[in-house]
């Protein structure tokens, strides 16, 4: 890649061994930053089959759209809504679970595989994981919009045995790992909090079947920590450190500094967890939101380096999304502060979900999907070719137009709606952010189309 050969793109003429001209350039080359995209060297070796983390990012796109329908069917609850059972609950776990948790599954079973330079422990694991996961979220929400209980433990039941075994596949790969202590660190951090993450959402199952293991309370604010800012927050910091020095052809960020984001927001997770405890819970809190201001603060930092340095600063839509999402959490960052400090739990808490996971971590990963499918997707459909097409070949680019428009429109009528207390709103937030996924939708089957095509000439050649 052109990632591969230095920050300006041009390599050095070789020096003659043993000058010292030669022994400047070996030290420069020491310490000159590994850039991005230089891990994809090689990787075909390490690549799964395609249809392992497609089928994720398929899931993914197709819960994304329930989960508007689902806010649409609930938008009369979700003015009052205070975290029961009923369809606005369904719509938060689609986006979480659905969504979110389905991408990261996908991304992290193909990317750092190929960043570690370590092949997936188990294929066949990978792949079965899906028909446990995916079914397993599907009646989860189906149980959560209908308040069926019972439904809902079997749906928790099989999401948390598939994320046991999908922890226990990030696991292997992450102790392989040589180099990247910034990512490693992120991602054994986002380890822990899916334990947590695991046992605070089975102690709400047990809560609404009628065996209470947890305050409620407690159990929520456990949930909400591990889930939101622990398991997806951590991954998505870390694969930045990845994937950005990549989309910008840049160098990778200090990993010392890496290493101190990193550090901050695990201090800010702990602190937070804390105080769901009851333990000094107004004092962790606010050490908490300082904590996660800091590693924000050091992370935004990181990420300016890196498209200030790049050999491509704008990649349009992507980038605009990424940084919206960074917006959406220093938002939720000030609306925790504001809740902390007394500010009503109606609707201030309901916007703080709203900035936390549909503004910061819904629109940075579909930023960062937008770039990294057709990549994969060109990755896959080199093998095998010798003129292979590029990502932006495979892209189809007018769903991504309007599935960007939907979004950020979809967001900002969602967070009015959300403090207005409307209902109407909220059903135009729906359907406006249903068309955006129909679009993306629409683009995830248009990029498959155009893999399966890819393959065709050189197979019929052949």
Do not use: C
Request: net charge positive; aromatic share 8%; charged share 10%.
């Amino acid at each position: 890649m052109a990632a591969a050969t230095g920050a300006a793109g041009v390599s050095e003429p070789p020096a003659p061994r043993g000058s010292g001209v030669a022994k400047e350039a070996t030290a420069r080359r020491a310490v000159r930053p590994a850039q991005g995209g230089s891990f994809a060297l090689g990787a075909k070796g390490r690549l799964l089959p395609a249809s392992v983390p497609m089928r994720y990012f398929g899931a993914a796109a197709v819960f994304h759209a329930l989960a508007w329908l689902a806010l649409l069917g609930g938008a009369a609850d979700w003015v009052q809504w205070r975290g029961g059972l009923g369809w606005p609950l369904a719509a938060l776990h689609l986006v979480t679970l659905g969504t979110l948790l389905s991408s990261a599954i996908g991304a992290s079973l193909q990317l750092l595989p190929v960043a570690t330079r370590q092949p997936v422990r188990s294929q066949r694991l990978a792949g079965v994981l899906w028909w446990l996961y995916v079914p397993g979220v599907a009646a989860l929400a189906l149980g959560m919009g209908l308040a069926q209980p019972h439904l809902l433990g079997a749906g928790a039941a099989a999401v948390v045995a598939a994320l046991a075994a999908w922890g226990v596949l990030l696991a292997f790969n992450l102790r392989g790992a040589r180099g990247m202590p910034g990512v490693v660190l992120h991602g054994w951090g986002a380890l822990a909090a899916l334990m947590l993450l695991a046992a605070s959402a089975l102690a709400l199952v047990a809560l609404w079947l009628g065996r209470p293991l947890l305050d409620r309370d407690m159990a929520r604010a456990l949930h909400l920590v591990a889930g939101v800012f622990g398991t997806m927050g951590l991954l998505a910091f870390g694969l930045a450190y990845i994937l950005l020095p990549m989309f910008a052809l840049a160098g990778v960020p200090d990993e010392r500094r890496q290493l101190a984001s990193g550090g901050a927001a695990l201090a800010a997770i702990v602190l937070a967890a804390a105080a769901a405890f009851g333990v000094a819970p107004v004092a962790l809190r606010l050490a908490a939101v300082a904590a996660g201001a800091l590693g924000l603060g050091l992370h935004l930092y990181l990420m300016h380096g890196v498209l200030k340095t790049g050999m491509r600063s704008d990649f349009g839509r992507a980038l605009v999304l990424m940084r919206v999402g960074w917006a959406g959490l220093g938002v939720a960052l000030a609306l925790a502060l504001a809740l902390v400090l007394g500010a009503p739990e109606d609707p201030w808490a309901r916007l703080f979900g709203v900035a936390a996971v549909a503004g910061w971590l819904l629109s940075f990963l579909f930023g960062v999907l937008q770039r990294i499918l057709p990549f994969l997707a060109s990755m896959h459909a080199a093998q095998g070719q010798k003129r292979p097409p590029t990502p932006s070949a495979l892209t189809p680019e007018r769903p991504l137009a309007v599935h960007f428009l939907s979004h950020l429109a979809a967001l900002a009528l969602l967070a009015v709606a959300t403090a207005a207390q409307s209902t109407p709103l909220t059903q135009i937030a729906a359907l406006v952010g249903s068309i955006g996924a129909v679009a993306w939708v629409v683009f995830f089957a248009g990029l498959m189309r155009r893999l399966r095509g890819a393959a065709v000439p050189e197979a019929a050649a052949r």
